[in-house]
């Protein structure tokens, strides 16, 4: 009798650590809609009425290579290089947990596994569903995108806004490291993370992969959340903050109108700090609002332009730009050598008091050169942090499948000669960007210009 006891007892502990540590692995795709689909592998653990889902293990090192162990060290990356990580109970068949998903935040889980698939989706902190996921039980480990590297490059060449862009050490090395991480990536998210990581380091900005099904919208579409904010904070000052310059154009038209026919408001606060840029339709919404004269801003350059550096001459005889959706403007720069960009004189009634910009290190693309302009025409008093530097304009070309890229297709130099790409506009008065709103009110406060 007590030996049946034992046996069934060690049966018992065997089946516990099995279940614990024997993990079911799932070929996986992660939904977050619009297109956006990330084909990867999870092993799901259970045991004891908990789980655990995980992605694949030394994703680190593959996306990063040596300098992944520096990474673990200083807890910059996650444990055991796993990006994805959901902890929760099991009820049943029922999964109910958290995670932390890389550019996305911290997300509430709820699935069902069984013995060949898994399901679930991803909750925000309001608990609306943003992503979904579904697995199918597989002995599969690893995508191959070795195939995906030459097409990758070829894409790059041949779209890039010039040659000689690609012709240094810096991209040489590049190509080494895309080369390696299409060997060595065992799904999107490692492809994805590793590509946008490594371009960063280029001497020039808008090189980015996404994986996406469907092609991107114009900044026309109807958003959910809204665009820009206004606020009055004083009797005499307007706020506006404007979150990009994709889908606010409408949104702008609709304000400023209101906020120039106020008498009552001698200062106008503009604030784009943490506006990352956009369509170029967006910003003409708000310069035809604050400028009240014919304005040259710079001039877009494509690789079927001959140029060496600023040649304001040969720029000069570019069209000019006329407003328009984001893929009007880039399919017309895929096949010009360029264009003028120019702030008309509005028929339209405009801003005339004092004007301030806020501005920070997330400030990019399609803001530079209306924060550029407006500080060297001395139209607007600019403040907070350098901007980003990423002035470039891009369009996307797809790959292979859901493999899109997007390629600065255009560079940029302001009316003056400067090119803002990985340089930035540095404000009047540099301040945090946290206290960049504060600043502004005191200034306005104190009665000086």
Known sequence: MKSTILNFALILLFNVSFAQNNPTHFKSDIDF???????????????????????????????????????????????????????????????????????VGKLKFKGIVKNTTLSGEFLNGDGISIGTLHGVNSSEDKISYQNLYPLLMKTVQENIYAKAALQNKDWQKFEKQIKALC??????????????????????????LAILQEAAGDENAPGIQKSVVFEEKNSTTAYLQVKNFSTSGTELEEILPKIVANPAYKNLIIDLRNNGGGGISPAFALAKYVTTEDLEVGYFLTNKLSYSGYQPELFKTLPELQPKGTKEFGDELRRSPGVKLIFKKPANPVFTGNLYVLENGRTGSTCEPIV??????KKATIIGERSYGGMLAASPFTVSGKYMLMVPIADFYTYDGIRLDKVGVEPDIAVKSDDALNKALEIINSGKK
């Open 33 to 103: 809609g619009n297109g956006t689909v990330f084909s990867t592998f999870l092993d799901v653990t259970i045991g004891q009425d908990q789980f655990v889902i995980t992605s694949p293990k030394n994703a680190d090192v593959r996306v990063m290579g040596g300098k992944a162990k520096l990474g673990r060290i200083l807890g910059k990356s996650p444990k055991k290089g796993i990006i994805i990580t959901i902890k929760g109970q099991q009820k049943k068949d029922s999964l109910f947990g958290e995670t932390k998903i890389p550019m």
């Open 183 to 208: 060997n060595d990536a065992h799904d999107d998210i490692e492809l994805y993370l590793g590509f946008n990581i490594l371009a960063q380091k280029l001497p020039f900005t808008h090189l980015t």
């Open 372 to 377: 550029y302009l407006l500080k060297n025409r």
